[in-house]
């Protein structure tokens, strides 16, 4: 019990010591005070928890649906509002997963987590730490008026509030933020692999779905931030979700796992349209890196139909961008070449190009997009601090849907030249003759008989072995009104394939023999 005690008093007790943190703000907050709200729910469309304890080997007892413990950083009302330090965000991860303790059990755990997470910082520095005031007052009274909204997405196994004085420094410049923990599939541990990231990635649409619910969130202004490993969920959910307007990238592994990249299928740049801000450490040396991260295998290097700013710290270390654990959090040892006060005025400038960046594109100010243009030597930046580089969108990208717009505009008996422009820009661009075939079908069963017979006609074109696109193709004509056309179609595909017997039949109903 004596350890409890202390443990308590080293997250409550006032500092006796002159110590003083070791991160400091650069950037003033914006027009709003910042409210947080914590919300404990459960995703109850997807599981978590087994049957059994994998440790203990006991049955679970209790919800089994997964936990998302939800932060949520908005825009409130001044002087409303319980003060916050960052020993209150640091306490939340002893139970982000596990909601079910009652209050006098919880407060126990909390004081020997919290502890934890400071032992490798002198006891003077660790309570300057942990009674340092954050900018949120918890329960704030919410500001009227909607908001953009930024998900945030941890980096792995990160906790919600790992960059809590990011995410309350937007929501001061008008923004409601909403993060959840970085856990795997089925345990608080979360895994390297395709199933860890997609867990992040269901994280990420469940947040998007509950601020639908909110009534300050403007959710046709949409962004997605993420860290290292949340930085892949991002591109992730944008490249699934086209109402991501926006990807903030802090150093994320979108960059460093090609092969997850790989195994997606479906996180390709043609996908991936939202424009994207990514903020990466000083470059390894070559003799540290690893063999597979390299421009042919990156995937930023392949982007070609969204705006990407790349900016890079050289101060930051991977590390680095979590403020809470990279710089609040981090034992004076681990400093390496940069000091304290360099990191945070670093960070200070994280968090300009991050706001400079959303205000661009989720509220269309230009200002901040002559910003983003502007070279750092003019942006009041130290020259040894950053360096930036822009690549804008080529245009649209050549996706099913633009194939469809285009044609729509162009004219669907234009199909095949169509095809081939989109084909010249994208060797990628496929459509196969189950999808025509099919694409085709719901036309004519829609009536648009002559948009059926152009997308029929380029099944045909590319497949000109297949009897079935033939039939296909005989049976858009004759719907059309196209009966000599109709003929010569049913008559190829009998050529292609004599016991076609829909065919025969088809060319006696037309009154031609076979």
Known sequence: MRIVFLLLALLGAPSMSTAQSNFSRHNPPGPNAVGLRIVEQYDFSRGYRGETDVETGKPIAGERARPVQTLVWYPAAKGSGQGLTVGDYVKLGVTADDFDHPPAERATMQAKFVAAQVAMLSPERARAELAAPMLARRDATPASGKFPVVIYAPSFNAEAYENADLCEYLASQGYLVIASPSFGQASRGMTTDLEGVEAQVGDIEFLIGYAHGLPQADMSRLAVAGYSW????????????????????????????????????????????????YIAAAPKLVEDTAADVNRDQSFLAKMKYADLYKVTMYPYVHANFSAMFGQRLLPDSRYGAYDKDELSVANGWVETYVRRFLDAYLKGDAASRTFLDTPVAKTGAPRHLLAADVTKSTGAPPTRAAFAAELNRAGFDKALATYQAFKSRDPDFAIDETELNRWGYQRLAAGDTSMAAGVLKLAADLHPDSWNAFDSLGEAYAANGEKALAIAAYRRSLVLNPGNGNGAAQLKALGAAP
């Open 230 to 277: 949340g930085g892949l969920a991002n591109a992730m959910a944008a490249a699934k979700d086209s109402r991501i307007r926006a990807l903030v990238t802090l150093d994320g592994s979108v960059r460093y796992w090609p092969n997850i990249v790989k195994q997606s299928q479906y996180l390709t740049p043609a996908r991936v349209t939202a424009p994207m801000l």
